[in-house]
């Protein structure tokens, strides 16, 4: 089993991974063409130290394509109000099949996402429309961190927050 | 393909867009943009502020990835775009940079919004992400219909008063806009003035602020509309302003004398300079308290009527040119009777203070300076915009000064006071003085 890089997953940043932020993922093709789409929520599993990401399905036809390629994923998480925003890359990214507290970890997101963005100005009916998806449309893409950076905006932004170990490959992934 | 109408939606900074761009390794990046304006169906341009991994990787490989959200509808688009170059001087150089500025100063974000220049893309396809959307909203008035409307009435204005008048009535009639102003160029003391304005508690007409300051004066400034769909009530003008004065001496005190009337609490703002021969004439303004109020498609039609109002402002300089002379031979009207009123004026501002009351200061000051003197002086009370462009005592710029402008605030100072001392219009580029109280005049440091 690969090790868990813990540094780069401390509680507190945990906590603000699977709150009600901004969600955004990338790829890209062989070409160098990049893939793009939003995520709704993210889950965390300490034992693995692996990320989780949910998608609408027929929105991440070309993200799950490019990032099942190659493994490469970028993840920007953003929180609208502070302007925090952290980078998560990885290299081992793979389709992963919706377990057990996977639905009920979007429902939270959709909830914690709309209160945010209400706060701020939004109708709560434009967030739930922007987060629409049913049940069964949803997929799931994990990945291990590799790189973590500090992306909120002004001129520190892309600055490495730590390094991370080699990435565990993980053994018998798809 | 995505309607234009949409895609200036989508841009205008109210969700921001999300770029995903590749390293030459192939590491993926993700990031959001600050800024995006449409430049044409095949162009758009994003605003370049940090050299960070964004562009590092489209200097590599030009391919980007955009994510847009139309902001009512919910609709998701993917623009996919090819960097081409980035620009650092030129119009829409100039318009990013404007409306950044006015976005930093309105989010706080002054000191870490800066731009270094403007990313042009090519698109090269669109496409429409499924899912759910919400209908579109029907606009509250149709842009087209309501410019037309309201461009109808600006060139049966006979004077500079009453086009200000139409162009404030049409927009709050056909426009539904309630909070509206103009302000114009002093290009010498690099300020802006009221002149005009509808639906607040003080017309706030005389009122001054810099050029380069805010919305309004950046607009000025970059001679390019800035429009803002999020206002922090914290930057608002009135506010901003008062706080100002409090921070300043006795000496600045005249310069919020008259208090600028913005809203308290704006949610939405567009200044659109008016445009003039060289430097812009001034700059119509309007406000709501609702945010995203106004559309791309209003400051479209806002833009049409503000080059209408500068052609019209300088088709009445031009007559001015070749306009009557003073009248000769108008009846000397007899001397008002009662207690005389103080006057002074003061050269170091050119202010004029009724009594104790301040009225005006600068061009507008001198101007009434020299009526009075000439009414003391030689019994005159019909004078004629020509002369006084060419009468030394004035003081104007330069010969393209809007005299015009001046003349609209000081009438409208008299009337908003109630003063003893009035104008009134004769015909065109001609007016007469009406003085209701004996006068004296008191030059108080005049060689000083």
């Known amino acids: 089993m690969p090790t868990a890089p813990s540094l780069l997953l401390d509680p507190e940043l945990t906590r603000f991974l699977t709150g009600g932020l901004s969600i955004n993922a990338g790829s890209a093709s062989a070409a ?3 893939s793009l789409c939003r995520a709704f929520g993210c889950r965390v599993a300490p034992d693995a130290g692996r990320l989780k990401l949910f998608f609408a399905a027929p929105q991440a036809v070309d993200l799950v394509r490019d990032a099942t390629r190659s493994g ?12 925090r925003t952290i980078q998560i890359k990885g290299e081992d990214a793979r389709l992963e099949a919706l377990t057990d507290g996977d639905l009920a970890c979007v429902t939270a997101y959709r909830a914690a996402f709309a209160q945010c963005l209400v706060f701020l100005g939004f109708t709560e009916g434009m967030v739930r429309t922007l987060l629409d998806c049913p049940d069964e449309a949803l997929v799931g893409l994990s990945f291990t961190p590799s790189a973590l950076f500090n992306s909120t905006p002004g001129a520190q932004a892309g600055t490495p927050l730590t390094s991370a170990p080699p990435p565990p490959r993980a053994p018998g992934g798809p | 393909m995505i ?3 949409a895609l200036r939606d989508c841009l205008d900074g109210v969700i921001p867009g999300v770029v995903s761009t590749c390293a030459a390794d192939g590491t993926p990046n993700v990031a959001y943009m600050s800024q995006g304006q449409y430049l044409d169906d095949g162009h758009l341009a994003l605003s370049y502020q940090f050299f960070n991994r964004t562009h590092q990787n489209l200097l590599a490989n030009p391919r980007v990835t955009l994510g847009l959200i139309h902001p009512k509808t919910a609709q998701q688009y993917r623009l996919h775009l090819v960097y081409e170059r980035t620009e650092t001087r030129g119009p829409v150089f100039e318009s990013m940079k404007a409306k950044l500025a006015g976005i930093a100063s309105h989010t706080g974000m002054s000191g870490v919004f800066r731009l270094l220049g403007s990313d042009i893309y090519r698109i090269e396809r669109v496409e429409v992400v499924p899912g759910s959307t919400l209908p579109a909203p029907s606009p509250l008035v149709d842009p087209l219909l309501a410019l037309r409307t309201c461009m109808a009435r600006l060139p049966t204005s006979p004077d500079a008063e009453s086009l200000l008048d139409a162009l404030l009535d049409g927009l709050q009639t056909h426009f539904a806009i309630e909070h509206a102003l103009v302000m114009m160029l002093d290009p010498r003391r690099d300020r802006l003035y009221t002149v005009a304005s509808r639906g607040y508690a003080t017309s706030g007409v005389g009122s001054e602020i810099h050029v380069g300051e805010g919305v309004i004066g950046v607009a000025a400034r970059e001679r390019t509309p800035i429009r803002i769909s999020h206002v922090t009530s914290e930057y608002a003008y009135g506010l901003a302003m008062r706080e100002g004065a409090e921070r300043q001496g006795m000496g600045d005190l005249l310069e919020t004398e008259i208090p600028f009337p913005g809203l308290v609490s704006p949610g939405s703002q567009l200044a659109v300079p008016i445009p003039g021969a060289h430097e812009p004439l001034g700059v119509l ?3 709501s308290p609702t945010e995203m109020r106004f559309t791309h498609a209003e400051e479209d039609a806002l833009v049409a009527l503000a080059t209408q109002v500068g052609g019209l402002f ?6 001015l040119e070749l306009g009557d002379e003073a009248q000769p031979g108008v009846a000397r009207e007899p ?6 009123l103080r006057v002074r004026h003061y050269a170091a501002n050119d202010s004029v203070f009724l009594g104790d009351d301040y009225l005006i200061k600068g061009v507008a000051g001198n101007i009434l300076w020299t009526l009075l003197q000439d009414h003391q002086a030689l019994g005159r009370t019909h004078f004629s915009n020509r002369e006084l462009r060419a009468d030394p005592r004035v003081r104007l710029p330069d010969q393209s000064d809007n005299l015009e402008a001046r003349l609209v605030l000081l009438h409208r100072r008299l009337a908003e006071r109630e003063a003893c001392v009035r104008l009134e219009k004769t015909g065109r580029g001609r007016f007469r003085l009406l ?3 004996p006068l004296e005049l008191e030059d108080m440091d005049t060689g000083a």
């Open chain 1, 32 to 34: 160098g063409v990049p």
């Open chain 2, 314 to 319: 300088r088709l009445f300089l031009a007559e």
């Open chain 1, 72 to 83: 490469a994923l970028a993840v920007v998480f953003s929180e609208p109000p502070t302007h």
């Open chain 2, 3 to 5: 309607p234009v109408r």
């Open chain 2, 435 to 437: 003085v209701a109280r």
């Open chain 2, 335 to 340: 001397r008002p009777q009662g207690p005389p």
């Open chain 2, 285 to 287: 303004f309007v406000e």
